[in-house]
């Protein structure tokens, strides 16, 4: 079965490749077991593995062994390297940013990422997202919230904006609120927390 191209990065050969690419890309100091890809990319491992032996042929991911686990981390900046995690911030970089800003924070039940970059991310065509949506769904501080929205933005060259609405207000099925109605209505990405 052949899997279509990314319609966040069409130049990449799938959505699993740019999801792997932008978790060791975007934390550049960090290895990820082969496991931890596949969890993060909501993929098989079978998958995963045999897209990581593809980057590591190809000299765009790094690899070791640690007892049975493969470690897989981003190469040295290079003239190849440097662009691609730019690029890959731009588009896949989102998920992994978020997650990473918004997992040490308290009060959060849930977050997603909604709006254009959601429908990219989901296959959805059209035209590259300008900004990134987050809803949090919690009662974490605006402060903390516009922290974590400023370090995204600037990791990710572009503005990320943060809704914050109470448990509550999620739960119920009101159709009187146009965002609420809307939000649900639209793709959602959830953000792993």
Not at 80 to 109: C, D, F, H, R, W
């Amino acid at each position: 079965m052949r899997v279509p191209p990314s319609a966040l990065l069409p130049i990449l050969r799938s959505p699993l490749q740019g999801e792997i690419l932008a978790a060791t890309y975007l934390s550049p100091h960090r290895e990820f077991s082969v496991t931890e890809l596949a969890k993060l990319a909501k993929a098989s491992l079978k998958s995963t593995a045999q897209e990581v032996d593809r980057l590591v042929k190809a000299g765009i991911l790094n690899d070791r062994r640690s007892g049975n686990q493969r470690l897989v981390c981003r190469p040295a900046p290079s003239r190849i390297v440097t662009p691609l995690a730019e690029l890959l911030a731009s588009t896949y970089g989102p998920l992994p940013v978020l997650t990473e800003e918004l997992s040490g924070m308290k009060n959060i039940q849930k977050a997603y990422i909604f709006g254009s970059w959601a429908a990219r991310h989901a296959g959805l065509p059209g035209q590259p997202p300008d900004d990134i949506d987050v809803l949090v769904i919690g009662s974490p501080t605006l402060d903390e919230l516009d922290n974590c929205a400023e370090q995204a933005s600037a990791r990710l060259h572009r503005a990320v904006n943060i809704r914050r609405i109470s448990p509550e207000l999620w739960a119920n099925n009101d159709k009187t609120d146009p965002f609420l109605t809307t939000v649900k209505e639209s793709e959602l990405t959830e953000i792993l927390l």
